[in-house]
């Protein structure tokens, strides 16, 4: 499922980690995060705040904007908690 805060995306604004924890949490199918992510540090965030994993980000526009490298966001998906 891919879950996008049509209020943040493109907005660069940060996603709305809490309601894609939520719903991460809820389902048995895994969230990919939409909407807003704009920095590495939302990257650690969804990925430390759910107690069930978020499958993945998009960054569209943030690799776009060059605010990080995709090397760099794969880095944080990769690194261990």
Do not use: K
């Not at 909407?35 to 939302?42: I, K, M, Q, R």
């Amino acid at each position: 499922v891919i879950y996008t805060d049509i209020h943040r995306d493109g907005m660069l604004s940060g996603p709305n980690i809490t309601a894609t924890a939520a719903l991460a949490d809820a389902i048995a199918v895994p969230v990919i995060a939409s909407g807003g992510v704009s920095t590495l540090d939302h990257l650690r965030e969804l990925r430390t705040t759910a107690a069930t994993p978020i499958f993945g980000a998009i960054c569209g526009r943030s690799l776009y904007e060059g605010t990080f490298t995709l090397p760099e966001a794969i880095a944080v998906a990769r690194a261990q908690l």
